[in-house]
């Protein structure tokens, strides 16, 4: 009985298929390595154009993904060092995020700005970006409402007078049409 050998020629054809099977592997192979693009930033506040304790300020922008987007993180930072809040980004529709900054009485007057935005995907690398808009980037300006001055007690006399002029005149004209 003669046995089949494996020859020096077949080898090197064995190889070469290896070789020729590796490089044609799917491209779904291939890892994502980029992280998320964020663009289009926009920033609203609810009764602007600064924004009171009360009011909401609105950062919106567009962000995608080959794999998709895994979380956003702002970093807005006010007039004092110290100043600052951390907010997560939620997405809205589509591409479109938000992030939302309800304003409160602890919040310091003046020019706040976002100091940096970190981003990732949502790929087993956790593709990661972070920008610094700072100076560049959009500004949100803290106001309080002017305090209202004490009313003096000649103007409270003058309105509680008015007030009761007030109510003659209807009681005179209820009459007036029943007569
Ligand atoms: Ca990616």
Redesign the pocket.
Known sequence: MRTRSITVPSLLVLAVVSIVCAFARPAAAVA?M???VLTNLRVEISDGPTAEPGETVTFTFDIT???GVGSVLFCVSGPESGDGHMLYAKRVEGTTWQVVWNVTDGDRPGVWRISYISYE?S?PLR?SKTDWPGESGPTVTVTYPEPVPPTSMEEIIQSIITMILNFIAQIVAAFGSLW
């Open positions: 994502d980029d992280p998320p993904d080959a794999t995907d790929s593709n």
